[in-house]
């Protein structure tokens, strides 16, 4: 049988003090409600300082992080930048269709070239030929195909000003199809061995091709 002497000392006695006129007396009750001593107060205080620091930490490793990270993307895009005016930037253009003719010309001589026409007989420009070519100038032009299953093919026509005036001149042409080999064809009067030039050529050969024609004095 429980023993209640037991259980009624479980139990903690909060005094209850009730005036009455003329008549002081304590009465006393139960209560099963804990009471929280100052050790547990001092033990929630410090939980709480725990985690206050720990979520400080955390905000503070989390802008660390960020920070990194926006560095590291400055950095990129400056890298990006500087790929994107480095010499190679400048060069023929890389092809993205079925066939392409990308030219490097390269004028060795001392004399100025004028472009008196320029025309594309299969495809597209993406890239036209300059107007002038000064001596000693590299320069660059590309066509590519514009169609399901077709080719590229074109020519430019320079005027080598020689003398004061204009009195030779050489085409240059060229035809990629869509199915065969490459084609290149050279001409005027400024070639041969009474032209006083002579064009040298170098690569060309592929479905998107990149070909060297070089003007050189004979």
């Known amino acids: 049988m429980p023993n209640p002497i037991a259980r009624l000392s479980q139990r903690q006695v909060i005094p209850i003090f009730i005036p009455v006129t003329g008549i002081t007396s304590v009465a006393r009750m139960w209560c099963n409600t804990p009471v929280v001593t100052a050790d547990q107060s001092q ?8 985690v206050g620091e720990a979520n400080r930490r955390n905000d503070t490793t989390m802008k660390r992080t960020l920070l990194t990270l926006r560095l590291f993307a400055g950095a990129l895009l400056i890298v990006m930048g500087l790929l994107a005016v480095s010499p190679s930037a400048h060069a023929a253009p890389m092809a993205t269709a079925a066939r392409s003719v990308s030219v490097t010309f390269r004028n060795q001589t001392q004399y100025t070239l004028h472009n008196r026409t320029y025309q594309v007989m299969s495809g597209i420009w993406t890239l036209h030929p300059p107007e002038y070519i000064l001596p000693g100038q590299e320069v660059y032009w590309r066509t590519e195909s514009n169609g399901f299953m077709t080719g590229t093919s074109g020519m430019v026509w320079y005027d080598i000003f020689w003398g004061g005036y ?5 085409t240059i042409a060229w035809y990629d199809p869509y199915v065969g080999s490459n084609t290149y064809k050279i001409g005027g009067t400024a070639l041969g061995a009474f032209g006083g030039f002579h ?3 170098s690569g060309g050969s592929g479905n998107n091709a990149q070909v060297t024609f070089t003007l050189l004095p004979n």
């Open 43 to 50: 033990r929630a205080l410090t939980v709480s300082a725990l």
């Open 166 to 170: 204009y009195d030779k001149y050489f």
């Open 199 to 201: 064009i040298v050529r």
